[in-house]
């Protein structure tokens, strides 16, 4: 099975639309060139700050293409392969090519609300179809079951394909567990902007972001000094960002990061129902604060 080196920022790519809704294949180049020009250590494609669930299969397959000819090989490239059916998720891991993508990134079922067992039992399925490696995703916010450290441990002792968890519980005592009690081989990886620099103090690896599609440049030099040792200057940079951390969320995410692209001149300003633009309020305070950044 290939290596994956998730030490530093990857980035959890959106998925720009035009205003007729369709794939915005062109800023989604731009964008994918700015990332690799401002240093971002690898790209995450289709997570859920692309959209995937409102994206068809069509459109999934013809973006993870996209994505793998644009970028050619000059930065890693994680995908998204996850679902609450078990059986579904482990063909789709059986499909991924593992000449255009080095690991798959699989959140924790949702919706179903598996046992800790359940939890166990779906990855262990996913680990031994997968031709790369797997990162694990936990974020309960959205999937409404957590996924314990004891579970964490366990499937990354069982399975050697299982490299690494992406933690978004936001509870920090769960992930400093298992960073106490993991194999050097299996790596922590934030899934919060907000605390990644705390948690990389604890032992994470780096983080797997949002912000960075905006700011891939002040991020990922701020969470390389924070894994250098050099905790005064990324604070520094941490500190500069801590009011767009909570404004990015206050209305959902990606519709904070794709209103922050709006305003830098990326993007245009569009979402796919469920999900809505940000409130002309948030607009305004983004905007607010990208003038002070800038």
Known sequence: MSHINLRGMGVALITPFKKDKSVDYQALARLLDYQIKNGVDYLVVLGTTAETPALSPEERRDIKQFVADHVGGRVPLVVGC????????????????????????????????????????????????????????????????????????RLAADHP?????????????????IIKHKSDSFSVISGDDGITFPLITLGAVGVISVIGNAFPKEFA???RLALEGDFDAARMIHHRFTDLFSLLFVDGNPAGVKCLLHAMGFIENELRLPLVPTRITTYEKIRKVLDSLN
């Open 82 to 153: 996850g679902g609450n059916c078990t059986a579904d998720v482990v063909k789709e891991a059986e499909r991924v090519d593992s000449s255009q993508f080095d690991a798959i990134l699989s959140v924790v079922p949702y919706y179903n609300k598996p046992s800790q067992e359940g939890i166990y039992q779906h990855y262990s399925a996913i680990a031994k179809a997968s031709p790369v490696p797997v990162i694990l995703y936990n974020v309960p916010g959205r999937t409404g079951v957590n996924m314990t450290a004891d579970t964490t441990l």
């Open 161 to 177: 394909g299982i490299v690494a968890i992406k933690e978004a519980s936001g509870n920090i005592n769960q992930m400093d567990d």
């Open 221 to 223: 030099k701020m969470t």
